[in-house]
DNA sequence: TTGTTGACCTCTT
DNA sequence: CAAGAGGCCAACA
């Protein structure tokens, strides 16, 4: 019985045991903490992951927090739609998103991903539970 | 308490 | 093809 509709199950072994029930910021933490270094995911990804795909805002607010987690939350490999780094501003210093993704293999111009397509992590397709 | 804003996405005109 | 509006949820004034 592979339920894949409900995407919220596949997140509950992501998370810590005794806490199914996380919050949707904590839920965007994890997903964003398991992306592998020198990949980018979208906000929406994470969002239709989470099985809300019309909060891809709140996954954004929800990194606005992310410094202030005690676990390094990579924030950098997170952009928007078109692979801009939109966030960068948000950032201690605005290039140091685009620092961050460089210094992971990433290649970024004009504010943007370069081969964004190759390099983008789709949570939806790596986490994916078979059987 | 309501109203506005926000690191977005998608549909509609 | 470009611009506008709706939708989602949470924090802030």
Same mark, same amino acid.
């Given at each position: 019985?592979?339920?894949? *509709?409900?995407? *919220? ?7 810590? &045991?005794?806490? *199914?029930?996380? &919050?949707?910021?904590?839920?965007? !933490?994890? $997903?964003t903490? @398991?992306? =592998? &270094?020198g990949? $980018?995911?979208? !906000?929406?990804? @994470?969002a239709? !992951?989470?099985?809300? *795909? ?12 992310a410094?202030?987690?005690? +676990?390094? $939350? ?11 780094? /939109?966030? /960068? &501003?948000?950032?201690?210093? =605005? ?14 111009? +004009?504010?943007?991903? $370069? ?13 994916? @539970?078979?059987?």
């Open positions: 019985m592979a339920k894949r *509709k409900n995407d *919220k199950e596949q997140l509950s072994i992501l998370l810590p &045991s005794g806490r *199914k029930e996380s &919050s949707f910021f904590e839920q965007v !933490y994890e $997903v903490r @398991i992306i =592998p &270094s990949r $980018v995911t979208t !906000y929406g990804a @994470i239709a !992951y989470l099985g809300t *795909k019309k909060s891809a805002r709140m996954v954004g607010w929800a990194m606005s927090g410094h202030n987690q005690t +676990n390094s $939350v990579p924030a950098q490999r997170v952009v928007n739609r078109n692979g801009m780094l /939109s966030g /960068s &501003s948000h950032f201690a210093t =605005p290039t140091l998103m685009q620092e961050l993704l460089e210094n992971e293999g990433c290649t970024i111009e +004009n504010n943007r991903v $370069v081969n964004f397509e190759k390099v983008f992590w789709n949570p939806e397709e790596e986490l994916k @539970i078979d059987n």
